[in-house]
């Protein structure tokens, strides 16, 4: 089974609900991770932090047309999760995409409080062709 690597229950979880969002746009059962006061943040050149964690997840996945991603390592401890993963996309313009990141949860039980993910915001950026 793929990322059967991930020890924790809680980061098992957060990664089917994810995939789940990443197929059906539903975001409510991965919101429904999250401690009503989480914060989440995106650490791109934009540096946004979120305390709207539906519109965190909404915006993140109105970039794609389709998505899926493949988490390769976990560090956990007893509260923090970093999962390391690649995702493969195409994007709203059809153009492909394929990036690769980090993401950081802190835990509270059950509940995801902070979530920040890093990764290679370059890649989507459309580098036009050179002329000659």
Do not use: C
Not at 16 to 29: H, I, N, T, V
Not at 91 to 97: E, V
Not at 106 to 124: H, K, N
């Amino acid at each position: 089974m793929e990322d059967n690597h991930i020890a924790d229950a809680r980061a098992r979880n957060f990664v089917a609900a994810l995939r789940k969002f990443e197929q059906d746009s539903d975001a409510a059962p991965l919101v429904a991770l999250f401690a009503t006061d989480a914060v989440t943040e995106r650490l791109d050149a934009r540096g946004e932090r979120h305390g709207e964690v539906e519109q965190f997840w909404q915006e993140y996945r109105a970039q794609f047309r389709e998505i899926r991603t493949t988490f390769f390592n976990a560090v956990e401890g007893q509260d923090q999760v970093a999962l390391e993963w690649r995702s493969q996309a195409i994007l709203t313009d059809d153009r492909p995409l394929t990036y690769r990141g980090v993401t950081v949860i802190d835990l509270d039980g059950a509940a995801i409080v902070r979530l920040q993910t890093y990764y290679d915001s370059a890649a989507f950026v459309l580098v036009p062709a050179a002329t000659t």
